[in-house]
């Protein structure tokens, strides 16, 4: 542990993806956003120091009701009476797609781009070792800003795993590797944050 | 980490208090049950191999609600949808307190109850000192079945974090103690489980 003590982490970002994911059954769709995922990754990227989360969308009409929902706590009564809450959410901000991340992060040679699956998939993206390789990568010289992304519904499509630089180890329970692991997407952010960011 | 792979964990539960905690201003209080907790504690507590989810609530109108969703999934077409889902809700039930989880798991002699916080309070409890620690001990030759507490609202009252055996530290993002650390429960139930069961 004394390598995390010694070394801050790199900059970071979080991204939850509506599109490209599968469905139940594999097929790419495009999932609706839900609300209580807006504040959970919210304040968890906050609490783990991430610069920025982005939810993505290609559906303009989503955008515009996140767009409302964070206005409301940016510059409403909730904001107000749960500052906490306006503080995670003024990291917050919408956008069609992950190229919209990328680029508002600087640009694709200034990032990597890191996705996270429950599951094996796509053929091409490398898959980190372990969460401690994980970690000590999180805390190299590297100076591009890391985006962790994460999928809804079913999970990333395996095309944009592959647009990936990296996929982070599945986060196994109990029964290890083919054992239960079906946790909500709020539960996957929370744990991979804690195992790559976390000072336990 | 050679010592967790050696040794299983002990049987343990997991806990979702609505009475007594605390609002925003300390006052004691009854909260209302979040569908979303539901299930994402018991997926949470069946990926981690939780014993059981007890989701605690003394309103009665509140528990017939409970029941009826885990009914849908026990039973229903949700159930067949999503057998995933069914499977984790399969260990959820809904019960008036503590004291009757406690009872469910074979009584207080046999029960460790460990309560979680995310800031300190309590003046009699135990705050174990470390993940490390609570790693090692819930790996321990006790045999009592563990039971992690964790309160909604603002947090659980002080009387009942008085009345546990010992209380897990806060969990702490990048800021450290005193730093951003507002998670949902969902979040915070997630990474507890992960640190105290997990294998990375």
């Given amino acids: 542990m004394s390598i995390d003590a010694a070394r801050r982490p790199r900059k970071f970002a979080v991204a939850l993806v509506h599109h490209p994911v599968v469905d139940r059954g594999g097929d790419v769709v495009t999932s609706a956003v839900t609300n209580i995922d807006v504040h959970d990754l919210a304040r968890s990227s906050r609490t783990y120091g991430a610069e920025a989360f982005f939810i993505t969308t290609p559906i303009e009409a989503q955008r515009q009701l996140v767009s409302a929902i964070l206005g409301h706590w940016a ?23 992950i190229d919209d991340a990328v680029a508002s992060l600087g640009g694709r040679d200034g990032v990597e781009i890191w996705c996270t699956a429950a599951k094996p998939t796509g053929e091409r993206c490398v898959l980190l070792p372990s969460y401690a ?28 795993v592959d647009a990936c630089d990296a996929r982070l180890p599945p986060i196994y329970g109990a029964g290890g590797p083919g054992g239960y692991n079906h946790l909500s997407v709020r539960a996957a952010c929370a744990i991979t944050l804690d195992r790559v960011f976390g000072i336990a």
């Fill in 133 to 160: 390789d994980a970690r000590a990568k999180a805390r190299s010289d590297d100076a591009r800003t890391l985006l962790i992304v994460f999928g809804t519904s079913w999970g990333l499509a395996p095309a944009l």
């Fill in 75 to 97: 510059h409403g009564s909730s904001g107000e009476r749960i500052p906490s809450r306006r503080e995670a959410l003024a990291h917050a901000s919408v956008v069609p797609s």
